[in-house]
């Protein structure tokens, strides 16, 4: 497994937010993570991260414990996380806000460049020498993937990545999405937009209150009715 978290605990203050979470990603996977607002998607990810460290379980990355480490230490290490905010440098261009994150990676795979980043998505090679500040949503959040991935990262946490864009916008980024996974990435998505995650996934993981209810291949969700009006009300 590239990716194993087994019963993991973690608070904000004295809110017992994730109460013994497990799951697993396996090289080349693409697993979502859905659940309601708040059901604590956003903590899983962060907690994987080092930003909001669990107070008990494991979190194992290539079979090495990672848990309680700090985020850049964890991000050495080859863990890739765009959050949720897309944060990109405003005042940057597009092209410095990829080549301001870029670090070697460990040799695995073929590694990222500000060109290869520009084949992904090709429309950041348009926006090349704009500011940060004034790309759209779309456009941020993929420079922002890009931005991650000018980490080498060998498995990338993408934290509701659909969230707030435009239809036509979510489909490209689902194909930008599927071709990374093609190219051998493996990728952990958090969503609450059912149809773009299933699409590109292999694996679900459906969290409630801290706590996964259900883990099944897509195959398997899809037909599962229940799951899905019980915890997502869909
Ligand atoms: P969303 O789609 O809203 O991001 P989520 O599934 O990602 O939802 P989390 O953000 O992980 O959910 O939140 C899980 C729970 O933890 C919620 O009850 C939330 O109110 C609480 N929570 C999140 N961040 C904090 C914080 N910094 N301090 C205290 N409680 C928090």
Known sequence: MVLEVSQIHTYYGSSHVLQGVS?????GEVVCLLGRNGAGKTTTLRTIMGLAPPRSGSVKARGREIG????????RLGIGFVPEDRRVYPDLTVRENLLVVHRRGDG??????VDR????????????????????GGEQQMLTIGRTLMTNPRILLLDEPAEGLSPLVVQALAEQI??????????????????FA???SDR??????????YEGTVAEFEQNEAVRHRYLMV
């Not at 799951?23 to 090289?27: F, G």
């Not at 309680?68 to 230490?73: I, K, T, W």
């Not at 679900?204 to 209810?213: H, L, M, N, P, Q």
């Open 117 to 136: 980043v520009y084949e992904l998505f090709p429309v950041l090679a348009r926006l090349d020498s704009h500011k940060g500040g004034y790309l759209s």
């Open 178 to 195: 599927m071709r990374l996974k093609r190219e051998g990435m493996t990728i952990l998505l958090s969503e609450q937009n059912l149809r």
């Open 198 to 200: 299933t699409h590109l």
């Open 204 to 213: 679900a993981y459906v969290i409630e209150k801290g706590t996964i209810r």
């Open 68 to 75: 309680g480490l700090p985020p850049h230490a964890i991000a």
């Open 23 to 27: 799951l697993s990603v396996a090289e």
């Open 108 to 113: 695995a795979g073929r590694a990222w460049t």
